[in-house]
């Protein structure tokens, strides 16, 4: 009589998380701990394209915006040699344009940094096993952009211009927030403010915060 065997223990997925914020970083540690294996952790370009090629995991959460260039630049670098390698996209930005940029650049999905650990946890598998994953207001943002609603080349243009404080400045203004607010938010002066303003209005070619908010809404990029 052949004593039955145990199958073995299926294979804890490999994670990577890319982000220049250490504290972020910690958190994402302690919500897989257990449950995923951390592989490798990268706080810049450079960095997380030494420690991917490596250790070559099988989801890599990446931050958008970063030293180096950003995820986009993670992206470009990594996926041509790793094609394989699946790519979760992380930000406090739910701006059109990251959604749409990194997606481009090949991430299979991407979440805001408010996600709850069940749902970075549930997202990581998903992405994992081949899925896109985004929340329901991003997903909106994909969508329009392959049906041609959001017009993505213009979108990529005219924000090629700006600068990324130009563009934290414009999206605030366009919300609605006056110059002072704008200064709190971004602890900066007022002054500072104006000057980002009347740079922004000048690039895009826009004469008033009117305009600058209908062409901000036309882009969904508040």
Same mark, same amino acid.
């Given at each position: 009589m052949t004593t039955p065997t145990t199958p073995p223990p299926a294979a804890r997925l490999r994670i990577a998380v890319?982000?220049?914020?250490?504290?972020?970083?910690?958190? /994402?540690?302690?919500?897989? &701990?257990?449950?995923? @294996?951390?592989?490798?952790?990268?706080?810049? /370009?450079? &960095?997380? +394209?030494?420690?991917?090629?490596?250790?070559?995991?099988? %989801? %890599?959460?990446? @931050? %958008?915006?970063?030293?180096? #260039?950003? #995820?986009?630049? +993670?992206?470009r670098r990594m996926l041509p040699r790793h094609p394989d390698m699946r790519f979760l996209a992380? &930000? +406090? &930005? @739910?701006?059109?344009? @990251?959604?749409?940029g990194v997606i481009r650049a090949g991430a299979r999905g991407y979440v805001t940094k408010n996600i709850s650990g069940p749902e970075l946890l549930d997202a990581i598998a998903r992405v994992a096993a081949g899925d896109a994953v985004f929340s329901p207001r991003l997903a909106g943002f994909v969508l329009d952009a392959f049906a041609g609603t959001i017009e993505v080349a213009q979108i990529d243009t005219d924000l090629d211009r700006l600068t990324e404080r130009e563009r934290e400045v414009m999206r605030l203004i366009a919300r609605g927030y006056a110059y002072k607010e704008v200064a709190k938010e971004l602890f900066i002066s007022i002054k500072t403010v104006e000057t980002h303003v009347s740079s922004v209005l000048r690039k895009l070619q826009l004469s008033s915060r009117h305009e600058l908010t209908r062409w901000a809404n036309d882009r969904r990029l508040i």
């Open positions: 890319v982000d220049d914020h250490a504290m972020f970083r910690t958190g /994402v540690r302690a919500e897989i &701990s257990g449950t995923l @294996d951390l592989v490798a952790e990268a706080e810049d /370009v450079e &960095s997380a +394209v030494a420690a991917l090629t490596a250790t070559t995991p099988d %989801v %890599v959460l990446l @931050d %958008v915006h970063m030293p180096g #260039g950003g #995820g986009g630049e +993670v992206l992380l &930000s +406090v &930005s @739910d701006a059109a344009e @990251d959604v749409i």
